[in-house]
């Protein structure tokens, strides 16, 4: 379910019930988001819950971001996800990017660098991308 709040503000909600095999393995998925755009600027926030009946195996996550049209050619935007996972043995896992395009007629160029440390709750298990991208539309 969404829709728009009010002019430049969406906000919306999602809810899901895996029956797993048992109820021991039933998991329920909620997420909430907002984004808001105005003057060229986007920002947008969601929150996402894994829960399962045992407890130890929950998942919720925070994401949010925000973009700026500079002009009608070059965008730049940053992103922050966090991820925590409700297991002892797990570690908080955090991953950020920041990316940027430039468009020029049937061209563009993009280009990103993201990192991730402690991917899947895994103390030392970091992760770098950096991506550049060169497409032609025809």
Do not use: C, W
Not at 18 to 23: F, K, V
Not at 67 to 87: E, H, K
Not at 130 to 138: D, Q, R
């Amino acid at each position: 379910l969404s829709g728009e709040v009010s002019e430049g503000l969406e906000a919306g909600i999602g809810y899901g019930d895996i029956s797993g095999s048992s109820t021991a393995n039933d998991e329920t998925q909620t997420t909430v988001y907002a984004k808001y755009a105005n003057s060229g600027i986007t920002v947008a926030l969601q929150r996402t819950d894994l829960d399962k009946p045992a407890g130890t195996k929950d998942i919720v996550s925070l994401g949010y971001g925000a973009t700026f049209q500079v002009n009608p050619d070059f965008a730049i935007g940053v992103s922050r996800l966090d991820v925590d996972f409700d297991n002892a043995a797990s570690i908080e896992q955090e991953s950020s990017a920041i990316g940027a395009s430039y468009t020029m007629g049937s061209m563009a160029l993009k280009g990103t660098m993201a990192s991730t440390d402690a991917a899947g709750g895994v103390s030392g298990a970091d992760d770098k991308h950096t991506e550049i991208v060169l497409s032609f539309n025809f």
